[in-house]
């Protein structure tokens, strides 16, 4: 769904962004790369500069989860209830979709192995195909910790790198982008693995980079048209 076929409405726009969340916790859960699900997304508003729509996945460990609400750019509450389990990440979101005009959506995580990149403060690089098919070109960068209140690393980060698909934030986790709350789900079940891979492909004697030439050829390899198949007569 395109945001030109979104529903406009509130309470409906409100409606879909609660289905994208309870849909992510599902991809999480079932792909075992994120089962204690707590984090949250958020949706930028058809039709609004300035609104985000944000709640959170089904933790089971939370016996509530927060529901989808409307904010405006100032942080007031448009539509919905606010649970303050948010309020640490919208002026992160904020900053975000005010910093990058292209995207659409984002997801919040603290799954395992970018979370670990994150508190090293190391670049997730992009040495193994998953990672530059998603795109990422040279890596996934680590914006300077801040408080979770406080969204101006992260913007500044994004200002230095315009095109990146995530971020990690230094000693607390990523920050997935996507055209959808679920398209931001399945690039971070990616991303996730390749952090994994390449954790242990350091334990096994070191990252082997791929060439220098690799994003170019695999981003044009997944435009190219399909093969076509002849089954023998």
């Known amino acids: 769904m395109t945001s030109k076929t979104l529903p406009t409405d509130k309470l409906a726009f409100s409606q879909y962004v609660d289905r994208e969340l309870i849909e992510a916790s ?24 300035d609104q985000l729509a944000i709640g959170g996945f089904q933790s089971p460990l939370s016996s509530k989860r927060a529901g989808v609400v409307i904010l405006n750019f100032k942080g007031e509450v448009l539509h919905g209830e606010f649970n303050h389990s948010l309020l ?29 990149y994150s508190v090293a403060e190391r670049p997730l690089q992009n040495h193994h195909i998953s990672l530059p098919r998603f795109g990422i070109r040279d890596e996934i960068p680590v914006a300077a910790w801040s408080t979770r209140y406080d969204g ?3 913007a500044n980060i994004l200002q230095e790198k315009p095109d990146v698909p995530a971020v990690l934030h230094a000693n607390h986790g990523a920050f997935i982008f996507g055209d959808s709350i679920v398209e931001a789900t399945r690039h971070a079940v990616f991303f996730e693995e390749g952090a994994k891979i390449l954790l242990l492909a350091e334990q096994l004697g070191g990252i082997k980079r791929l060439p220098p030439d690799a994003y170019e050829a695999i981003q044009a390899g997944l435009r190219a048209p399909a093969p076509q198949i002849v089954s023998p007569n």
């Open 152 to 154: 101006t690393t992260i």
């Open 88 to 116: 640490e990440v919208v002026p992160i979101y904020i900053a975000i979709f005010q910093t990058r005009p292209d995207v659409q959506a984002a997801i919040h995580t603290h799954s395992t192995y970018l979370a670990a």
């Open 26 to 49: 599902r991809i999480f859960r079932e792909t075992g790369v994120y089962p204690t699900l707590i984090g949250n997304g958020a949706w930028r508003v058809p039709g609004a500069d």
